[in-house]
């Protein structure tokens, strides 16, 4: 199996524009703390919907909180027992607020909620506590036994010690993900996909279920932790009466009820094999569930519900559970339809080698969506727009769905005003007018080209395994992605199907990029480390590679002015034909499955930092004070009844806070927890 699918990158850049929303009365600011600013977002065009529709959401978003123990538990499997006993320490506590060490548990049990777990969501690394142990120790010999997550037949003692482990040894499980080269990345990474064994176990064993010339293969070991009992290997299956049982029955108690007010047939069928693959984990069930949810185009109302996505998972096999309930925004569609029924001349158009084009594009059903509810590994931090189903021969045969969440979009786009990013990284008045303008549209293009067109272009040669290029695939997947999406916003054909109004809107999006990859996405790496995400490798992969290959004739330059380093951009054309001939390049590198090529260019270009220029934007940055990661909290729904106790209508509250929810969710939604 291989993943496309992705998340388009957090918009870091401010845009003043009023195309949207601005006179939203919507309080978008939740919280902040550590690296971490969590929003709020609208759900603009919710009363218009019809109420089957409103029940329909409300179920759907009731199967997907019930989600949010299964992805804190593949995260780590320690994590669960950890956030109930941080949450009764929390809300049982009796002693001084202001207290550093109380402040400092505060702020850790909010890490650990937007992390789902006890690794940062982003860079995977162990949160280090602001707290002593003998705080915690204390704290815990406070609460009462009923208050603890103690397993059957373990004692306070022991949950303690294991517990302290977990928080203050900074050498165990001290990664979530570890893709370092030369490592056993599954001994090494701490996710619980995987217990007690290594990764040549687990790749001997997928690699003896794998059927040569299976031009059908099923996402192998995607609903599935991996064990060793008895010596032998075996796979504990997510599924009704198998590992994950007692979420996975909630969420299909209102996946069950969803069904019932379903938009049309197909829908409904479409939740019904959900269900059947939830109740027996067959895999070929889950692809049979996945071609009937890529053929839905019809419905408004649409959802992703299950283990979807694998950069969790060090070998990208691993499904981590998530959901996210959405309905299309038809306006503003237009767009995304414009551009999917082009998608032919795109292809027949790039600048790649003949011999990996698609004669025919199938199928790329592209809209955009207005987000209702987030959760599992969509919440709190969010994708921006979304290309599904992730098995290649389902998407060749069947196309997939191609989402941009504009509602998300627009907070961040919101939420960024005024925040001084442009003026302290932008030398340029023309640059930031530019930006001003149109980035927020730009934006929004390249996300609707990487999802909608970027990842479904191209095609492997016959024969060649789609999971070649190995750890390093996610990443040349994102850079191909990208590439194809930059490359494109700058083509007069956007201008043609009136998509930019500008010709030179695109430059606001390439300067970004550019500042982006080179210096800015930085100020979310810790001093010393490397970059290890796939997004943050893709983004320095093309920045670095355009700006060597530039050099000669000075495309990009570094300029300094008041000792602060700034970025200039001398020859856009030049630079748009870098980007074809990097594009023309990975796609070949894909095509062909040339796994030293793909290694070879991502270590060169992707992953060593320049520590003068790291450490200049991480004091840059920290003057600004504006968060590196955001994530939202969600609206509540709740269902009013009539006298009779059936729903009349679906209400949404937009005022409850970050800690607020995290609690209600620990409470009310959570199946897994003791
Ligand atoms: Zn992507």
Not at 244 to 249: C, D, K, L, R
Not at 631 to 650: E, H, L, R
Request: net charge negative.
């Amino acid at each position: 199996m291989k993943k496309t699918f992705i998340m388009a990158g957090i918009i870091a850049l401010a845009s003043s524009n009023m195309t949207n929303a601005a006179n939203s009365k919507l309080n978008y600011h939740a919280d902040s703390f550590a690296d971490i600013e969590v929003l709020r977002y609208d759900v603009p065009g919710f009363d218009k919907l019809s109420l089957n529709q409103k029940k329909l959401i409300y179920f759907l978003t009731e199967a997907a909180i019930q989600g949010r123990d299964i992805l804190t538990d593949q995260n780590g499997k320690y994590n669960i027992a950890l956030r109930s006993t941080l949450e009764a320490i929390y809300t049982n506590y009796k002693g001084d607020k202001k207290n550093p060490d109380y402040l400092g548990l505060e702020k850790y049990l909010k890490q650990v909620w937007f992390a789902n777990g006890i690794h940062h969501h982003y860079s995977m690394d162990k949160f280090k506590p602001d707290f002593s142990q003998k705080f915690f120790e204390a704290q815990i010999k406070k609460l009462s036994n009923d208050k603890l997550p103690l397993a059957e037949g373990e004692n306070v003692k022991d949950l303690v010690a294991t517990l302290s482990r977990v928080i203050f040894d900074p050498d165990f499980m001290n990664k979530r993900l570890n893709q370092a080269k030369g490592a056993d990345i599954i001994l090494t990474s701490a996710n619980n996909f995987y217990q007690d064994v290594n990764q040549k176990e687990v790749e001997d064993f997928y690699n003896a279920l794998k059927k040569p010339n299976d031009s059908t293969p099923v996402s192998y070991g995607l609903n599935s932790q991996v064990v060793k009992k008895d010596g032998k290997i075996v796979e504990k299956v997510y599924r009704i009466n198998g590992m994950y049982s007692p979420a996975i029955e909630k969420i299909v108690f209102w996946l069950n009820k969803a069904k019932e007010v379903a938009e049309n047939e197909v829908q409904k069928e479409t939740i019904n094999k959900l269900i059947e693959y939830y109740t027996t984990g067959d895999l070929k069930t889950f692809d049979d569930y996945s071609i009937l949810w890529a053929k839905d185009t019809k419905s408004q109302v649409d959802f992703v519900n299950g283990f979807i996505e694998s950069y969790g998972d060090p070998l990208g096999m691993k499904g981590s559970w998530e959901s996210i309930v959405n309905f299309k925004n038809l306006e503003a569609s237009h767009r995304t339809e414009i551009i999917s029924s082009n998608a032919q001349w795109f292809e027949d158009n790039s600048p790649v080698d003949a011999r990996f084009k698609k004669d025919k594009v199938k199928g790329v059903s592209a809209k955009v969506i207005t987000a209702c509810i987030l959760a599992g590994d969509a919440y709190p931090a969010t994708p921006i727009g979304i290309n599904l189903p992730n098995a290649n021969w389902i998407r060749a045969t069947y196309g997939s769905k191609s989402v941009t969440i504009e509602n998300i979009t627009d907070a961040y786009d919101q939420a960024s005003h005024g925040n001084g990013f442009n003026e302290e990284f932008v030398l340029e008045a023309k640059d930031r007018e530019l930006m001003d303008k149109y980035l927020f549209i730009t934006d929004n293009l390249h996300t609707d080209l990487h999802e909608c067109l970027g990842h479904g272009s191209g095609k492997l040669l016959d024969g060649v395994d789609s999971d070649a290029l190995k750890s390093y695939g996610s990443t040349l997947e994102e850079t191909r992605a990208d590439l194809f999406a930059l490359y494109y916003l700058a083509d007069p054909k956007l201008i043609e199907l009136g998509l930019l109004s500008n010709k030179d809107a695109y430059k606001a999006e390439y300067y970004k990029y550019i500042l982006n990859g080179l210096m800015t996405q930085l100020m979310r790496i810790e001093p010393g480390k490397d970059i290890e995400e796939s997004h943050m490798r893709n983004r320095k992969l093309i920045a670095e590679w355009v700006y060597e290959k530039g050099a000669k004739d000075n495309v990009i330059e570094y300029v300094k002015k008041n000792g602060k380093t700034y970025l200039k951009i001398n020859d856009y054309n030049k630079l748009r034909e870098l980007f074809g001939k990097l594009l023309a390049e990975i796609q070949r590198i894909k095509s062909e499955g040339d796994y030293e090529a793909g290694k070879n260019i991502v270590e060169e270009y992707a992953v060593k930092v320049d520590q003068n220029i790291h450490k200049e934007i991480l004091e840059r940055y920290a003057k600004l004070n504006i968060a590196p990661y955001k994530g939202f909290v969600n609206p509540v729904y709740t269902a009013v009844m009539d006298k009779n106790g059936n729903i009349q209508d679906i209400t949404l509250d937009y005022t409850e806070g970050y800690a607020e929810q995290m609690l209600r969710y620990s409470k009310d939604y959570s199946p897994l927890t003791k």
